[in-house]
């Protein structure tokens, strides 16, 4: 069995085993070296795919590292959002403040680029010697006529998690600036998707072919002046509720637009996104599309899936991701190719996304909130995985035990989502546990009690 540290006990659970109970959405214990990321990276997550607006990172150039090169976030026009902008906070700027260097860094960029719009992240040195970013970025923006927005996130105020309320609470600044005129009765907001490999190029086709109009975009192949009128939009379909779910609780209480919450990843839960938003407008004949369009689909990949599945079943899968809702969708996709997900958890998750997980998962599946690699490692070996999916901070872990390994975090560059990329993610899984490379490989033994 693994060696858990007392202080983190309440934060892993083994389905079957005692009453459920888990402590989650508390700060990482301090030496734990959690896969969590800071309030700096949670905004960024967020906010960078806003592909027109600039993007200036006001701390240290080692911040910046967090930018294009790790996202797989597109663009169907502009790239400004692929550039990384810094101030490049040094030890002068320190003592003496870096407002007059952030003040200079804003007004060079919007003359060169001319943004829609301007974020500015304080990071956490900013914090710490207490600039006044807030006085500099109303200045600027009066000067030059555009919107230039600070993004309160302080590294050291919390987790990811801190940060996507920080970005939020940005965005919904730009929300209501414009004109909404022309905005169909049948029209959405996609919120929570950020077009990693362009997936919500799918997923907008998808809502097209039934007749929604879809405003904005938040934030994947973003655009500043569809944000700025997305309060007009019927409805609000969020799919990250991590990331989004504040800004759509803040368009509910201020403009009275519902939102509902889906997942795009697997055939169960994009057809029920589809269905639900069709149901929602209490259309017939949108429905009617809606169930065409999962017809067509699913016939199209389900052939190949299920030669796939042949090879899979059995085979056990682990899954450790930035939000829950990622896994409720990957523990569903993984048993229609016949897995078992043996071990599952996230950074963020809340305790109603735990039980949910405990529901739906086998006995003996082990549930855990922010672990870290130590802890990973010893859930992995134990149970004997053929496959782990998660982000680019689980890859060495996974490489270093001789497992496959699939990304379906930010990095990819493949989409997943929508029925396209069900298909995706079997083929990438089939290819991954089935390698003839795991031949030569030392692999974990499973614990005792698993060998059956």
């Known amino acids: 069995m693994v060696r858990i540290l007392d202080e983190r006990r309440q934060q892993v659970y083994r389905k079957g085993q005692g009453s459920f109970n888990m402590t989650c959405e508390k700060k990482s214990l301090a030496g734990a070296v959690s896969q969590r990321a800071c309030v700096f990276c949670g905004s960024r997550v967020v906010l960078y795919p806003i592909a027109d607006a600039l993007h200036l990172v006001h701390g240290p150039i080692g911040c910046a590292a967090y930018t294009w090169d790790i996202r797989g976030a597109l663009s169907s026009g502009p790239q400004l959002h692929r550039l990384s902008f810094s101030t490049d906070l040094r030890e002068m700027d320190v003592i003496q403040g870096g407002e007059k260097k952030l003040y200079n860094s804003l007004v060079e960029l919007i003359d060169e680029y001319q943004p829609k719009a301007a974020f500015v992240y304080a990071t956490c040195i900013v914090g710490l010697i207490g600039d006044d970013v807030d006085a500099i970025c109303r200045k600027v923006s009066s000067e030059k006529n555009i919107t230039v927005l600070p993004v309160h996130s302080e590294g050291f105020c919390g987790s990811k998690k801190e940060g996507y309320r920080a970005a939020c609470d940005a965005l919904y600044k730009l929300v209501g600036t414009a004109p909404a005129d022309g905005v169909s009765r049948h029209s959405i907001n996609i919120m929570g998707d950020f077009n990693l490999a362009g997936e919500i190029w799918l997923i907008r086709e998808y809502y097209n072919r039934m007749g929604v109009e879809v405003v904005a975009n938040i934030t994947g192949d973003g655009r500043v002046a569809d944000i700025r009128r997305m309060h007009a939009a019927s409805l609000n379909v969020v799919q990250c509720s991590g990331s989004i779910i504040h800004l759509a609780r803040k368009l509910e209480e201020k403009y ?27 259309d017939p004949v949108m429905m009617e599309k809606a169930e065409q369009i999962v017809r067509s689909e699913v016939a199209a990949i389900m052939p190949e899936i299920r030669r796939y599945r042949k090879d899979l079943v059995g085979r056990k899968a682990a899954v450790y991701v930035g939000g829950a809702f990622k896994a409720f969708s990957l523990v569903r996709a993984l048993r229609l190719l016949g897995m078992r997900t043996v071990l599952v958890g996230s950074q963020t998750g809340n305790q109603d996304d735990y039980r949910q997980l405990r529901d739906m998962c086998d006995a003996g599946t082990i549930i855990v909130d922010d672990s870290n690699p130590l802890e990973l490692c010893g859930f992995l070996k134990e149970k004997g995985c053929d496959i782990f999916i998660g982000g680019v901070k689980e890859r060495p872990i996974a490489y270093k035990l001789g497992l496959g390994f699939c990304d379906h975090n930010h990095e990819r560059k493949q989409a997943l989502a929508g029925f396209t990329g069900m298909l995706n993610f079997a083929r990438e899984v089939y290819a991954t546990v089935t390698s003839p490379v795991w031949q030569f490989v030392r692999r974990p033994q499973p614990a005792q009690e698993n060998k059956k």
Not at 264 to 277: N, P, S, T
């Open 256 to 282: 009275g637009r519902p939102y509902i919450r889906v997942s795009y990843f697997g055939i169960e839960d994009m057809a029920k996104a589809l269905y639900d938003v069709a149901e929602f407008f209490d």
